[in-house]
């Protein structure tokens, strides 16, 4: 990709252009050295564009319809004049580290809208259900002017932990009819930290099934938990859904914003995803030490064949690394 000069990224986003916002993005995503200083000089430059766009992520098992839903919330806020920009994480191909789903595929009719942004992102086998550079893709999008900035989780099961961290509130998808299984797993993973559960696919031929569903979601709260957060049901194609759910979510923003929780969420992100930068770069640094490189195959191989445990070659590799890091800082 061609690199363009720090200004012309700046004004692009001040302008709200998508083509630049898309040349931004791949910027921040870059994991080349030179890349990565001029995405950190773009990022400092645009922190007093930061918007107060609400951050939405919606996370839940795959096929539960997290795809469809936000097309249709997207669709409905982009009818109202606003600008939507959604961060689809899919998972990444092993091979060749891209997007193997493509979302911008699945949401044709939001992704055509002028007032919309689609941007389908690899994971590239980030933990937490996003990518390494969600955070800053977030940032991006709220400086080029979107009100809205919708992330899509990749939806692997306990994981989807790094949605809660980069978004002002939390979405968690159930089907219809779902049974105990799923109501649990959500328990031993997001339950705490959702804002909004929404049980999807609720028409009227499954009324029944959603209700029970709901109806399981709050005796898993009531078993000690905090309180049960509002259960919206939402089934796609209904205008009267779209529009129930895009009003639950103002509330949901504008209490939170009222009781100065939104200023600390936000902060709260800032530090973690800080922390999120730190331990990236370390292993990046270690990964990358050209004396670490020579030793790592002989000791893999060794641990595969039980020569030596996980650990100690762990230590070992660590050690000799801390080592001539010492050496540099004493040089």
């Not at 940032?139 to 980069?166: K, P, T, Y």
């Not at 770069?281 to 790592?296: I, N």
């Amino acid at each position: 990709m061609r690199r363009l000069p720090l200004e012309t990224y700046v004004e692009g986003l001040r302008q709200g252009r998508r083509e630049i916002l898309s040349q931004a993005i791949t910027l921040v995503e870059s994991s080349r050295e030179d890349d990565r200083l001029l995405a950190q000089a773009l990022l400092e430059a645009l922190l007093p564009l930061s918007t107060r766009a609400i951050r939405i992520g919606v996370t839940g098992a795959p096929g539960v319809g997290k795809s469809t839903l936000i097309e249709d919330l997207g669709s409905f806020w982009v009818a109202r004049g606003y600008r939507v920009a959604v961060l689809a994480i899919d998972p990444s191909s092993q091979n060749a580290g891209g997007s193997l789903l493509g979302d911008k595929t699945r949401m044709h009719e939001l992704g055509r809208h002028p007032s919309a942004y689609v941007r389908p992102s690899p994971s590239r086998g980030a933990l937490g259900g996003l990518g390494l550079r969600s955070f800053e893709a977030a940032l991006l999008c709220e400086a080029a002017g979107f009100d809205r900035v919708l992330i899509e989780s990749v939806g692997v099961g306990q994981s989807e932990s790094d949605v809660v961290d980069i978004s002002d509130l939390c979405l968690y998808l159930l089907a219809a009819g779902e049974g105990g299984d799923e109501v649990q797993a959500m328990k031993r993973g997001l339950s705490e930290r959702i804002d909004l559960v929404v049980i999807s696919k609720a028409d009227e031929a499954r009324r029944a099934a959603a209700a029970q569903t709901r109806r399981r979601l709050r005796s898993v709260y009531a078993q000690g938990l905090k309180d049960c957060p509002p259960i919206v049901l939402f089934h796609s194609g209904s205008a009267n859904a779209s529009e129930g759910l895009a009003l639950e979510i103002q509330a949901l923003w504008q209490r939170s914003d009222r009781a100065g929780a939104l200023e600390e969420r936000r902060r709260r992100q800032h530090r973690v995803w800080m922390w999120r930068e730190i331990n990236d770069q370390l292993h990046r640094r270690f990964r990358e030490h050209p004396e670490v490189q020579k030793r790592l195959a002989a000791t893999e191989k060794a641990v595969e064949g039980q020569e030596q445990t996980p650990w100690k070659a762990a230590h070992a590799l660590l050690a000799f690394y801390e080592a001539r890091a010492e050496r540099l800082d004493e040089g």
